[in-house]
């Protein structure tokens, strides 16, 4: 008989829910192509500037499309993948719509589990976050308007940079680095995790699934949020999305809750890139100077 492991759920049912890949067979071989795809052709037309090093590891590196002298923002992408598997190369699409509409964006990768411990991830996109502040003007890069949006593992990290004290970080960089941080599909809460297979590469214990679970400590920053999630997901990534909300809406100035319907956890990647949805129009919403 199967044991109830987490808020009444068997290790069988948060395997089902968590295993998110298993929930769209064809994601590796049709989506995860279609995108590269759509990346290649964005790339040959943008000219971006490509693998700048934000740190000093290997895959502490940024791809950068800019808008031109007359950017309206800015919109560092982080991308999912589980903090163990995906490549910024994949996701150049993202930045299109958001380039066509003049907002500059950077794509960062990111040393991933095994290789590094999930705890060692959320430090190295603040460095990425410091390395740009640091190099806007060089970059033409908005400092007044400084954006972080990420999906999946990216929506986690997005809002490690919500919770971050960036003077903390070093003496010139301003509490209010951020003017907005938009978080699809993340993932807050740590602890079902540990009853499912994608742990044996994240490989947490009990003590660093809660270390690294936002929903258990307090933002640094009240800078408007954008929470979100496919209506088609699990119901106990519903969950994380909608519990985040609760939590802590009353602590920014503007924090709103966006169920995408007909998407599941994938075709939320889709969805965020046309700039024909609600859910693009809302992202320009946020980010908006």
Known sequence: MSTNLFRGLTREELEAQYFLRGTRPNYETVDVPAWLERSKRFVESAQPTLDLSYGPGRRNKLD?????????GFVIYIHGGY????????YSFMAEPLVRRGYSV?????HMCPEVRISEIAPQARLAVA????????LNIRRDNFNVMGHSAGGHLTVEML????????????????????AFSGIFDFEPILYCSENNGLRMDAAE????????????????QLISYGLL???DMHRQSVEYAERFGSMSKKLELLPIPA???FEVVNVMSNPESEAFSRILEFIAA
Do not use: C
Not at 65 to 71: C, D, E, L
Not at 83 to 90: A, L, N
Not at 163 to 182: K, M, N, Q, V, Y
């Open 263 to 265: 998407a599941d956890h």
């Open 163 to 182: 919770f971050t004290d960036w003077p903390s970080e070093a003496a010139e960089l301003p509490r209010d680095l951020l003017h907005a941080g938009l």
């Open 209 to 224: 699934a809660r270390q690294v679970s936002p929903i258990y400590r307090l933002p640094a920053t009240n800078a408007p």
């Open 233 to 235: 997901e699990p119901p």
């Open 131 to 138: 390395w740009l502040w640091r190099n806007a003007e060089e």
């Open 83 to 90: 903090w163990q598997r995906g490549d910024k190369s994949v």
């Open 64 to 72: 950068y499309f800019s808008a031109g002298p007359r950017s309206k």
């Open 106 to 110: 950077a794509l960062m990768n990111y």
